[in-house]
Antibody
Framework: EAQLVQSGGGVVRPGGSLRLSCVGS????????MSWVRQVPGKGLEWVSG????????LYADSVKGRFTISRDNSKNSLFLQMDSLKNEDTAFYFC????????????WGQGTLVTVSS | SYVLTQPPSVSVAPGKTATITCGGD??????VHWYQQKPGQAPVLVVY???DRPSGIPERFSGSKSGKTATLAVSRAEAGDEADYYC????????????FGGGTRLTVL
């Protein structure tokens, strides 16, 4: 059974940094692109960032461009999101998800981790 | 930027069919995917490529598309179908990026 397990959320002050991790199992990790999707509590889903199967082609939403960095380590079936210069409006649940290259669907999702940016 | 428009809420009586729409320009040229999200849980893919179902998703969930609108139908609605539903496409019109609709809360009355 495919599974994505996330870690790394927490509380951080505005301007601070946080690194999220996501480890995949039960599927061939490097067959998939990967993405991060976030959700402000009580609101809708927002795509944040994506990366190709080989770690190339990093993409970002305008709201996080220049502040967030996505990366992956296929040898460890792992995906990362380095979040710098955090703002109050980055407060959200963050989900990692596999992205099927051919049609851009998100097949498998992590359980989500809450990032709270507050002074 | 590309926009997908969903109604905020839809209600359905148990046993009846609920339809949730997702509108967008040029949606006919894009593959539309649908997710179900229950409170406190991660989203689950229920329909992909407009009308295909992942393994394990009941046949009661079906998708279609016509003109500028994609539709998710939930037939023989059950209390367990109460959830938020999101449509999604991968937009390549400018930069490549994921785009979600605003979400629809389905209530089974």
């Amino acid at each position: 059974e495919a599974q994505l397990v996330q870690s790394g959320g927490g509380v951080v002050r505005p301007g601070g940094s946080l690194r999220l991790s996501c480890v995949g199992s039960g599927f061939i990790f490097d067959n998939y692109g990967m993405s991060w999707v976030r959700q402000v509590p009580g609101k809708g889903l927002e795509w944040v960032s994506g990366v190709n199967w080989n770690g190339g082609g990093a993409l970002y939403a305008d709201s996080v461009k220049g502040r967030f960095t996505i990366s992956r380590d296929n040898s460890k079936n792992s995906l990362f999101l380095q979040m710098d210069s955090l703002k109050n409006e980055d407060t959200a649940f963050y989900f990692c998800a596999t992205r099927t290259n051919i049609d851009g669907r998100f097949d498998y999702w992590g359980q989500g981790t809450l990032v709270t940016v507050s002074s | 930027s590309y926009v997908l428009t969903q109604p905020p809420s839809v209600s359905v009586a148990p046993g009846k069919t609920a339809t949730i729409t997702c509108g967008g320009d040029m949606i006919g040229s894009k593959k539309v995917h649908w997710y179900q999200q229950k409170p406190g849980q991660a989203p689950v893919l229920v329909v992909y490529d407009d009308s295909d179902r992942p393994s394990g998703i009941p046949e009661r969930f079906s998708g279609s598309k016509s003109g500028k609108t994609a539709t998710l139908a939930v037939s023989r609605a059950e209390a367990g179908d109460e959830a938020d539903y999101y449509c999604q496409v991968w937009d390549t019109s400018r930069d490549h990026r994921g785009v979600f609709g605003g979400g629809t809360r389905l209530t089974v009355l």
